[in-house]
């Protein structure tokens, strides 16, 4: 039997609509609400373990790592952003229920789908709950825990390193963190670091109460330390002199006068207002630069310790985090926030001794050198620490604060 084209054409259009309707029908939601959701307000997990949470302060904090105090704060901050309207198709989740949602995922590490069975959510609810959470938190906190120093702030923080570290003119610690992520795709190797896993780095400087002072996220895994701090705000703002770090003051009891500075490890450049150790092969069979080098781990290794505190209390970073990364940059941009305000009210038990007895010991890795020679300036500020610091004022320095 022969078709003429017309009728080939007409049978073609018949074939094409009976596809398009079979595949309509087998696409069409069942439900607006999977029945197992609509049971949250009774089964989920918020609703059967908050409320017995409440009346046990220690059960609240192990299951939000956090205080009920502070976690009620929060919640008072960040209630205008989570509320959202009534309308007459279904009940919104509440401000508290989300923040707890938020919290509960960053606490313990869990996927968006665990996350989704144990509160009876939708996948994307999750999803959409934790990124308006973490955006919330801060545009909120940010400026009120993570400040832009003063001059008095600057002179505070060097009196808390004199006074707890044992390290004069100091004015933080900064090291990076790689936070390890999925690849993503179409990527390439921009996220690929020296460790062999994708990630995105955190840049922190910390003072001597394991505080944040200034953070930068999001740069690439592949970039070094070294060269994150040469192109973020804050290195830039501290080359040019425009972030309100005053000059210096004479080393205590001496009549040394030094700048303020910042301590690294050996992956940064020396400046003026940052210190590195001297090299390994320096430092042998030296004893002043061998102290030099001790005592500037001592401090620096405040920064590390800071990291250990924010991966034990919120768990999510110690697995592979696998979302995008502007969704990740955000979450350690939260998570930061939250650090800070909760050092500030003093919520951090059994955190920080845990950290600093698990802290490793500084070591010198010739592979990670800041290529490139520093000016004379800045060895010659090195040296006047390391002169200062062998001297009888120096030592009797470091004697008062083991004694205090």
């Known amino acids: 039997m022969q078709f003429s084209q017309f009728e080939l054409a007409a049978i073609?259009?018949?074939?094409?609509d009976e596809v398009l309707e079979k595949r309509?029908?087998?696409?069409?939601?069942r439900w607006g609400v999977h029945p197992t959701w609509r049971?949250?307000?009774?089964e989920g997990e918020f609703a059967l373990?908050?409320?017995?949470?409440?009346?046990?302060?220690?059960?609240?904090?192990?299951?939000?790592?956090?205080?009920?105090?502070?976690?009620t704060f929060l919640l008072e901050k960040v209630k205008p952003d989570l509320t959202k309207k009534i309308t007459r198709f279904q009940k919104p989740i509440s401000p508290i229920e989300r923040l707890a949602v938020c919290i509960r995922f960053l606490a313990t590490g869990d996927s968006f789908k665990t996350i989704s069975y144990s509160f009876r959510l939708g996948h994307s609810t999750v999803t959409e709950i934790v990124h308006s959470t973490c955006r919330s938190i801060v545009k909120r906190f940010k400026k009120d825990v993570i400040p832009e120093p003063t001059e008095e702030m600057w002179r505070k923080i060097a009196e808390d390193f004199e006074k707890l570290r044992g390290f004069p003119n100091c004015i933080g610690a900064l090291d990076g963190k790689h936070f390890v992520i999925e690849a993503p795709a179409n990527s390439g190797s921009i996220y690929f670091n020296y460790k062999h896993t994708f990630s995105i780095v955190l840049l922190a400087l910390v003072d001597a109460c394991y505080?944040?002072?200034?953070?930068?996220?999001?740069?690439?895994?592949?970039?070094?330390?070294?060269?994150?701090?040469?192109?973020?705000?804050?290195?830039?703002?501290?080359?040019?002199?425009?972030?309100?770090?005053?000059i210096g003051k004479n080393l205590p009891g001496s009549s040394t006068f030094a700048p303020y500075?910042?301590?690294?490890?050996?992956?940064?450049?020396?400046?003026?207002?940052?210190?590195?150790?001297?090299p390994g092969h320096q430092?042998?069979?030296?004893?002043?630069?061998?102290n030099f080098n001790h005592r500037l781990s001592l401090a620096r290794r405040l920064v590390e310790n800071a990291f250990g505190i924010l991966t034990q209390r919120f768990r999510i970073f110690q697995r592979r985090m696998k979302l995008a990364p502007e969704t990740v940059d955000y979450?350690?941009?939260?998570?930061?926030?939250?650090?800070?305000?909760?050092?500030?009210?003093?919520?951090?038990?059994?955190?920080?001794?845990?950290?600093?007895?698990?802290?490793?010991?500084?070591?010198?890795?010739?592979?990670?050198?800041?290529?490139?020679?520093?000016?004379?300036?800045?060895?010659?500020?090195?040296?006047?620490?390391?002169?200062?610091?062998?001297?009888?004022?120096?030592?009797?320095?470091?004697?008062?604060?083991?004694?205090?």
């Open 12 to 16: 073609a259009i018949a074939i094409d």
């Open 24 to 29: 309509s029908e087998t696409t069409k939601r």
């Open 39 to 42: 049971k949250r307000e009774a």
């Open 49 to 71: 373990l908050y409320k017995e949470l409440i009346d046990d302060e220690s059960k609240f904090y192990g299951y939000f790592r956090m205080s009920k105090e502070c976690f």
């Open 211 to 246: 505080k944040f002072i200034a953070v930068d996220v999001g740069a690439y895994g592949r970039n070094s330390d070294g060269g994150i701090f040469a192109q973020c705000n804050l290195g830039k703002r501290l080359e040019n002199g425009t972030l309100h770090v005053p």
């Open 261 to 278: 500075v910042i301590v690294g490890d050996e992956a940064f450049p020396l400046k003026t207002y940052l210190m590195r150790p001297y």
């Open 283 to 290: 430092a042998t069979g030296d004893a002043n630069k061998t």
């Open 331 to 404: 979450i350690i941009l939260s998570t930061c926030v939250l650090h800070n305000f909760l050092c500030e009210q003093k919520d951090y038990t059994g955190l920080i001794n845990h950290s600093a007895q698990n802290a490793q010991p500084h070591l010198l890795n010739p592979l990670s050198v800041q290529p490139g020679r520093p000016a004379n300036d800045a060895f010659a500020v090195r040296e006047t620490f390391k002169e200062y610091l062998a001297s009888t004022a120096g030592r009797n320095f470091i004697g008062q604060q083991y004694q205090e």
